[in-house]
């Protein structure tokens, strides 16, 4: 995945309004890695129920079903 598809300053507003706290630019560059880490290995559990389901097209529901499976990133 290239780096220039997700955007640092979001996560680094988030952050920030989290912690009240101003956030480095190292650390919002490792957070944005980590949220695209765990992305990546939610969309390919989304896309193997997909697949147990006898589909080709992920659902809505696929993705509900996942974020209920497991507890957030």
Known sequence: MRSKEFPSA???RIAREASGKRISKGA???LRQ???DKAEIKAR?????????????VMKEDV?????RNPPI
Request: proline share 4%; charged share 35%.
């Open 10 to 12: 979001p996560l680094e």
């Open 45 to 57: 559990e989304i896309v193997d129920i997909t697949r147990h389901a006898g589909r080709k097209t």
């Open 28 to 30: 919002t560059k490792t």
């Open 34 to 36: 980590l949220v695209l």
């Open 64 to 68: 509900e079903f996942a974020s209920r």
